[in-house]
């Protein structure tokens, strides 16, 4: 992540914004009979060289990359990129401009696969500095006044609170039919700097090293693990699992502003076990859940699938269950015991 | 409501808020030993005159009264007040500063009653023009500001879309043992304008008529109605009901900005029904629903209690499920199906 430049270890004003901008687009045929000859229905068509000029406008490069037939997945200078068939997701950090890739995105798919938007979802924590973020992502406001001029069916929510931590959204109000879909994010501040100090790159220890010692490797033993350790520090990881899953990992380990996500569509029918396991591994002091799930999801509604943590160690701050057309999304958020 | 000023109908620029601020606090007894001998546990002692002057401080004054033993309730040149023993609940529109009223009446209730706050909440719709109203009022977070220089434990939220029609809640994050209690707010907007036709004062018929030829009177029968029409055109009323339990409804009829809140604590098991009622009497065009439920509620869940409303006109727009320490809400906005 000392890619952007930020991060610069010598200041007293240091400051490295491990908090994601997220965009996920599911895409369609456009339905239209024109459609030139050399068009495949698939967003791998793109040729990594325009994805390269595409994460240029986001101020971010591809630093390690597993391609496989059903989903291409890129670990960035910030965060992650992947690609399967119709579903695009974008996920980056530090100051980087994410906003700046959506028109273009849509005009590759539309060149190259013939694709329209079907659904699409612009989610973020709220940024620990807002005020060193780059136009429009400095107030979420803004973000929806670029959005709307987009999409004339975007819907923008506050999850959380207003004093305290948040979450936003920004999604389509549209009645598609959907695809089964389940996503799981957990968003991790004030961890535990013993666990942080895994991610320190200065222990002569290699990528794959960390992700076994520090208990990442054991949380999803059967997915292929691609990962990045950063200089001096922070750690990335794209876990590849059978049908179109994925799970990422994204770690800034500074104690001032240590973050860590952990997202993954892995399906489960009850995911409560699933989100203490991961806890168990980096002890956050505050914890910000989102389980998303399609009126199609394997495993009903998020509200089923995403019960109450209990954990002796956690006290619950807020919970709350959204229905939108096609989705619903339970948003939750804990706070361990020791934390004011 | 023309007491305020500001509906002056020879004007293009003119225009009347009437979405409500509210604001409901529960009390309960210092416990301290140090108690004066004058001090009655109850909100029912606080003088009148007292009253006055509070209300002075918000910008509106008593127009109509009707007081029980167990409920004084005031209609207010800008919306009502109730004082029951414990609870106090201020609503007001237009551009009433309702915020400066929470100091004082925290004063009041201490120096007559030996009183502290147990529980409060702060909510409103969003305005039709914030820009109009006073300050801390004209946004949420600078009202949040305000508030959390008096509470060191708020929580705020905000319901809905923030690039649509939204709710914003401040409560307190506390574990208090509760009361049982739930109340249900139904604000309208977009009304037919014939049902309008009803509230301007112009037919000749005073408030008892209008509240029957309305359907009002209809809607809760055994309630003891104090109603007040107002020149030009406007109306409020208060019903006092069995137990402590009010219904209160406040009309801005004009075209531009028409607006109705409805809000009642009546015990239901399942309000579905009658909430259509109330859309009946009164066709809004959109809909904004809310309804608290206290952990000790007879309802059980506001979820159970306020289940989808199934009318063929109206389509729903966003239903959010919120969990507090004490209490849980339902939000829900439905829209006519005739407006884009």
């Known amino acids: 992540m000392d890619l952007s430049g930020m991060r610069d270890t010598g200041s007293e004003l240091t400051h490295y914004e491990g908090t994601e901008k997220l965009l996920e687009i599911w895409f369609e045929p456009s339905g239209k009979s024109d459609i030139p000859d050399k068009v495949t229905h698939d967003l791998k068509a793109i040729p990594r060289e325009r994805l390269v000029e595409l994460l240029g406008l986001v101020h971010c490069e591809i630093v390690s990359e597993k391609c496989r037939d059903d989903l291409h997945a890129y670990v960035l200078s910030e965060s992650s990129m992947f690609l399967s068939t119709k579903r695009f997701i974008l996920k980056t950090c530090g100051t980087t401009t994410l906003l700046n890739a959506i028109e273009p995105i849509m005009k590759l798919a539309k060149e190259f696969c013939d694709f ?176 998303f799930a399609s009126k199609t999801a394997k495993c009903g509604t998020s509200r089923k699938a995403l019960r109450e943590v209990f954990m002796d160690t956690y006290r619950r701050h807020d919970r709350q269950f959204s229905e939108f057309q096609c989705y619903d999304l339970t948003f939750a958020t804990y706070i361990r015991d020791d934390i004011v």
């Not at 799981?184 to 991610?199: A, G, R, S, Y």
């Open 116 to 291: 329209v938007v079907k659904d699409l979802f612009y989610s973020r924590k709220n940024f620990f500095r807002p005020e060193l973020q780059q136009v429009p992502h400095q107030s979420f406001a803004s973000e929806v006044q670029y959005l709307d001029t987009l999409f004339d069916n975007g819907a923008a929510y506050m999850l959380g609170r207003i004093n305290g931590d948040c979450w936003y959204l920004y999604t389509l109000d549209n009645t598609n039919q959907n695809q089964p879909d389940q996503t799981l994010e957990i968003l991790m501040t004030n961890l535990d700097p013993k666990v942080m100090k895994h991610f320190e790159n200065t222990t002569g220890r290699n990528g794959k090293d960390v992700t076994k010692e520090s208990g990442i490797a054991d949380l999803l033993p059967d997915c292929q693990i691609d990962e990045f350790l950063f200089e001096p520090c922070g750690y990335s990881m794209n876990g590849l699992l059978p049908k179109d899953g994925y799970v990422t990992i994204h770690i800034t380990p500074e104690e001032k502003y240590s973050y860590v996500s952990f997202e993954t569509n892995i399906e489960m029918k009850d995911y409560s076990e699933f989100v203490k396991k991961v806890l168990t591994v980096f002890n956050p002091g505050k914890v910000v859940m989102t389980l």
